[in-house]
């Protein structure tokens, strides 16, 4: 349990209203010394546990069905949106990207293989690609960033079933919410920011081997191989 | 081919978060389609993204959610459009000319035809064209050299085309990638024999100290 496990819930209560992102969204705008206990790190009040979407991907995928669809969008669109305005888009390209987004899983959900990784990490890959697309316009960059990734290399096939890959699922994300204060607010503004390490050394000032070493932590951790005292 | 030295993890989560320079992602691209371990760890890094994203607490603003739905449901009556068909994958490497595939916008596609600049006795280089902050080079060093010691202001990421070289940190051979902090200071010496050609992203001037190395950063235009 984080030593600020505590003052974290309160502010949690407090901040209902306020969205995970948001909190660290304004936090950024007020330095303070990293080490601060910060109200941004740990999504406290526990989201219910991750939804296995899997049942309702399949559905899309052989029936096309359409109520299965409705309930994956229902619950991603907002989110989407959410995470393409943090990256810097204004409400209505936001919302176009993450309706873009949907409409691919729909039109390419024949190709959905359910052990190859979650809704959410296929939805999370189509909308940055979006959205690198839309806003660098940087000659190749979104070739670059799908062709280096094959998506049914055989290889990279995990053996896993859908079973324990949701079982992975759970775990990645109790794994999120344990992160130290400063790992998660590192993460988050590489993910949901878009910093380079640089842009998050010089913002919060600190050395840029230190954010690559919390940064390389906090990988390390979600993936399971570290343990290191919060 | 297989690497020996891989992306450090604060690249894959950048990487993963489209959060790197663009000089950087290009070369941790080239370096990505030689190495299946490092794919594997991109792809862990996606699925924390996926994770976060779905995390979030989202505030519903209904009413314009609801436009959202509508015009959705609508459009799921629309066409299939027709799945982009994947260029070829050319396995890399495997056509002795062939640059790796995220280089070709900037250096194009042969290793023949590149265009190569007098640097410094015994190396050429490329910059290229076409992005914007930081630094894409390629680099040609002649067999059994020594480059400057130097450090690094900020972020060097290097792979290993052809030929090999070694320094303090090991030894380094195509495929390879050299992912560098900013407080390593290394002298890269080429290996005997063949001419080691390497791509390199820098996202700030690079330090040589000594007065001599002073002198030799305006040559290096670095």
């Known amino acids: ?230 | 081919m297989n690497p020996h030295h891989h992306l450090d993890p604060s690249t894959v989560v950048s990487y993963a978060a489209g959060a790197l320079a663009t000089e950087v992602a290009i070369v941790a691209a080239t370096h990505l389609e030689t190495c299946a371990h490092c794919r594997g760890r991109i792809e862990e890094a996606e699925r924390i993204g996926g994770q976060l994203v779905e995390q979030q607490q989202a505030s519903a603003a209904v009413g314009r959610l609801a436009d959202l739905r509508a015009s959705m449901l609508h459009r799921l009556d629309e066409p299939t459009p027709p799945a982009a068909v994947p260029a070829p994958r050319a396995a890399p490497y495997e056509d002795d000319d062939r640059l790796p595939t995220p280089l070709h916008p900037y250096f194009g596609a042969s290793y023949r035809d590149l265009k190569w600049r007098w640097m410094a006795p015994g190396v050429h280089c490329i910059r290229a064209a076409g992005t914007k902050t930081g630094t894409l080079l390629m680099l040609k060093i002649g067999p059994g050299r020594s480059m400057p010691v130097h450090g690094h202001g900020g972020t060097e990421l290097t792979q290993i085309l052809r030929g090999a070289y070694h320094d303090a940190l090991g030894h380094f051979a195509p495929g390879d990638v050299a992912d560098l902090d900013s407080d390593v200071e290394h002298q890269p010496v080429t290996v005997p024999g063949a001419a080691c050609i390497c791509v390199s992203a820098l996202d700030a001037p690079l330090r040589f100290p000594g007065w001599l190395a002073r002198k030799l950063q305006p040559l290096f235009k670095l």
């Open chain 1, 1 to 230: 349990m984080h030593p600020n496990g505590v003052d974290l819930r309160r502010e949690a209560i407090e901040n209902r209203s306020g969205t995970w992102h948001t909190m660290a969204t304004d936090f950024t705008r007020r330095p303070s010394p990293p080490q601060a206990a910060s109200p941004v790190a740990v999504p406290t009040s526990a989201p219910r546990d991750a939804h296995d979407w899997t049942g309702d991907m399949l559905a899309v995928a052989r029936a096309r069905d359409r109520a299965s669809f409705m309930r994956i969008y229902d619950h991603f669109m907002p989110r989407l949106c959410l995470y393409l305005r943090g990256l810097g888009s204004p409400d209505a390209v936001a919302e176009e990207l993450a309706q873009e987004a949907l409409l691919r899983l729909w039109h390419r959900a024949a190709q959905y293989d359910p052990q190859h990784g979650a809704v959410s990490t296929w939805l999370f890959r189509i909308g940055r690609n979006l959205h690198i697309d839309r806003v660098r316009c940087e000659q190749g960059w979104v070739q670059v960033l799908d062709e280096a990734i094959p998506t049914n290399d055989e290889e990279l096939a995990r053996p896993f079933s859908a079973a324990e890959d949701y079982a992975e699922h759970t775990r990645l994300q109790r794994r999120i919410q344990d992160l130290p204060v400063i790992q998660a607010r590192l993460m988050r503004m590489s993910y949901f920011e878009a910093k380079t390490h640089q842009e998050i050394a010089d913002e919060l000032q600190m050395p840029l081997g230190t954010v690559k070493s919390h940064l390389r932590r906090a990988f390390l951790r979600l993936q399971g191989q570290v343990r290191d005292q919060p």
